[in-house]
Nanobody, 115 residues
């Protein structure tokens, strides 16, 4: 059974940095596209970074230049390095795996950025 477990969420001040990690099990990680999404109160869940099984990253304009996604196929982990954090980055961050035509989600980790 697929399982994704996020960690690393915390409260930081504006301009600070955090690294989120997600460890996956129950999937063939090297064959999975991995992504980070976030959801703020009153807002829809949105994509913040995706990395293909080949290691190619993509970001929306809201985080490009500030967030970096990376993966370690040997450890079945995907990380999200977040720099220059802003209050509007406050949200629950979710890890997602796309494998064999299905999507799997973690439970989320809270990131709070104070001004």
């Amino acid at each position: 059974q697929a399982q994704l477990v996020e960690s690393g969420g915390n409260s930081v001040q504006s301009g600070g940095s955090l690294t989120l990690s997600c460890v996956a099990s129950g999937i063939i990680f090297s064959e999975s596209a991995m992504a980070w999404h976030r959801q703020a109160p009153g807002h829809e869940r949105e994509l913040v970074a995706v990395i293909s099984k080949f290691g190619n990253p993509m970001y929306p304009a809201s985080v490009v230049g500030r967030f970096t996604i990376s993966r370690d196929n040997a450890k079945n982990t995907v990380d999200l390095q977040m720099n220059s954090l802003k209050p509007e980055d406050t949200a629950v961050y979710y890890c997602k795996a796309a494998f064999a035509g299905r999507e799997y989600w973690g439970q989320g980790t809270q990131v709070t950025v104070s001004s």
